[in-house]
Nanobody, 124 residues
Framework: VQLQASGGGLVQAGGSLRLSCVASEGTFSSYVMGWFRQAPGKEREFVSVINWSGSSTYYADSVKGRFTISRDNAKNTVYLQLNNLKPEDTALYYC??????????????????WGQGTQVTVSS
């Protein structure tokens, strides 16, 4: 599967953004989808995961209650709605695909499919 992320930008603290990730060359509904982020000088960290149908999701504690992951299998797209953004949310955001679902934080090495990043910058 090929993944293409978009939707990043510059926003003030408290603002919102919606990231999108479109999949091609595969059966999108057969993949678990996730979002990760990587700030300068830091490791890539888990943000959220959604199962194949969208009926189950899981979030990192740092974004719980502010971010929402969703998917539209008819459009081969997964979304990440970012609300009440904080300067510490500034990072390069990546979408990722997997074949198994776990309702727990996961490491980047557990995910085989990656899109390019989209930059989110939150000013204070």
């Amino acid at each position: 599967v090929q993944l293409q992320a978009s939707g990043g930008g510059l926003v003030q603290a408290g603002g919102s953004l919606r990231l999108s990730c479109v999949a091609s060359e595969g059966t999108f509904s057969s993949y678990v989808m996730g979002w990760f982020r990587q700030a300068p000088g830091k490791e890539r960290e888990f943000v959220s995961v959604i199962n194949w149908s969208g009926s189950s999701t899981y979030y990192a504690d740092s974004v719980k209650g502010r971010f929402t992951i969703s998917r539209d299998n008819a459009k081969n797209t997964v979304y990440l709605q970012l609300n009440n953004l904080k300067p510490e949310d500034t990072a390069l955001y990546y979408c990722a695909g997997n074949t198994f679902y776990r309702r727990r934080p996961s490491m980047a090495y557990e995910w085989p499919y990656w899109g390019q990043g989209t930059q989110v910058t939150v000013s204070s």
